[in-house]
């Protein structure tokens, strides 16, 4: 299988500022479980226009109980990086997130924890 | 006479093993862990229908989701209490359903109605505390297997709560105004009712068979320091008042432990101190929404019983 895209490793894309702001991304755990935001695949996309972070996101579930705090944790770790002063979030249903969007080592830190992905 | 493995268990218990079955346990030992076993599931149990209340004034559909996650939660817990209670010989459907109110084994605490999302957000913060210093220490010293393990998933969810308590209360702090006059008014009467959960002081209980069976591994007041210095440092790193300071290495109330509460009125009176007496007969009364709260769940049961 083709590793998720979307990871800092593999964004290969990005520029340096929003390499930063993936690698900023992946110090935040899921509040349900011990898995960074990037592993688990949530994060669809990031873009900054004139200190204007844009991320794409998703949910593992459309009614996901942590989706406030993962949101607030996002828009607060983002704002923390220098020449970031404003902070969008664009969620996406589509493409709907799967275990599939897991990174090897978010697979990894889910089976440690006990959950069969 | 000594049962037949007194011994034999006090023995595997000085050598820090667990009990895995009935067959290792005195009669003793099954009755002290089939009681903590209660408190525990009746006190998540109770939890669902006192959040629940209180949800519906969820501000947000998102708020209201996280809310709902967690009483989904704390039902999740109950039942684990309880499905080894069941291993051990009791009625689940009997410790449910068919129980008097006033025999749940909870906290005095929850007796008290939840009445708004701060309400129930600082109940996340400070009760959620309560329960995860409690369960901890049973996680980390508990002697009997299958509670242990059944425990570990039980610390990351309230982990879950505990965030959700934090969050809103700072969210709510930094709004500021009317908004933080009721997170304030909240603390206020929650606070104490908390600090009274772990039972109690040390010094007026003299012995407990929880700890020679390691069924727990801290005293009361070990608990409830540990609970202070999470609780007390939150608060005020929020801007929240609380009754209580540092000194040396543990934390001092500022007001008489115990003293008295109206719980119609949600005040404590720090002027009128109590004896534990007291506070005993109000608990064994219990509050004001026992009855209301435990009909939630056990009054629509005996409708869809097939009558033999």
């Known amino acids: 299988m083709s590793p998720p895209i979307f990871s800092p490793l593999f964004h290969a894309g990005a520029g340096p500022l929003e390499s930063r702001l993936w690698s900023a991304l992946a110090e935040i755990d899921d509040p349900e479980m011990p898995v960074n935001l990037v592993d688990l695949g949530l994060i669809y996309g990031i873009s900054v226009d004139r200190g204007c972070a844009a991320v794409r996101l998703t949910f593992t579930a459309m009614g996901c109980p942590a989706s406030d705090m993962i949101m607030a944790d996002i828009r607060e770790r983002l704002l923390a990086e220098p020449g970031i002063e404003e902070v969008r979030l664009d969620i996406v249903w589509d493409p709907p997130w799967t275990s599939a969007r897991l990174t090897a080592d978010g697979r990894e830190a889910l089976r440690a924890w006990g959950l069969s992905v | 006479m000594e049962p037949a493995n007194s011994a034999a268990l006090e023995a595997l218990l000085k050598r820090g093993e667990l009990v895995e079955s009935t067959s290792e346990m005195t009669p003793d030992y099954l009755r002290e862990l089939k009681h903590t076993l209660l408190v525990s599931g009746d006190t998540e149990l109770i939890s669902a229908p006192a959040y629940y209340l209180a949800a519906r004034k969820a501000p947000s559909v998102n708020a209201f989701m996280t809310g709902i996650a967690i009483i989904q939660d704390e039902l999740a817990h109950a039942h684990i209490a309880y499905h080894i209670l069941e291993e051990l010989g009791e009625s689940q459907e009997a410790l449910i359903f068919k129980r008097d109110p006033k025999a749940f084994r909870y906290p005095y605490a929850f007796d008290v109605p939840l009445e ?3 309400e129930l957000v600082v109940a996340n913060a400070m009760y959620d505390q309560a329960g995860f210093c409690l369960l901890g220490d049973i996680h980390e010293h508990g002697s009997y297997g299958p509670w242990k393990r059944g425990l570990v998933k039980v610390m990351a969810e309230e982990n879950f709560h505990l965030r959700n308590g934090r969050n809103w209360s700072k969210r709510i702090s930094l709004a500021g105004g009317d908004a933080r006059d009721e997170l304030q008014r909240a603390v206020d009467w929650m606070f104490p009712l908390t600090v009274e959960w772990f039972g109690l002081p040390d010094n007026l209980k003299q012995h407990s068979a929880q700890l020679d069976y390691r069924l727990k591994g801290l005293t009361n007041d070990q608990l409830r320091q540990q609970w202070l210095s999470t609780v007390v440092p939150f608060m005020e790193s929020i801007g929240i008042q609380v009754p209580a ?8 109330l500022d007001y008489p432990f115990p003293c008295t509460f109206d719980a119609d009125e949600k005040h404590w009176d ?39």
């Open chain 2, 116 to 118: 708004s999302w701060t």
């Open chain 2, 245 to 252: 300071h540092k000194e040396g290495d543990g934390y001092v």
């Open chain 2, 270 to 308: 720090f002027k009128d101190p109590c004896s534990w007496d007291a506070v005993l007969k109000r608990w064994r009364a219990r509050g004001p929404r026992n009855a209301e709260m435990v009909a939630l769940f056990q009054e629509s049961f005996s409708k869809f019983q097939v009558r033999a």
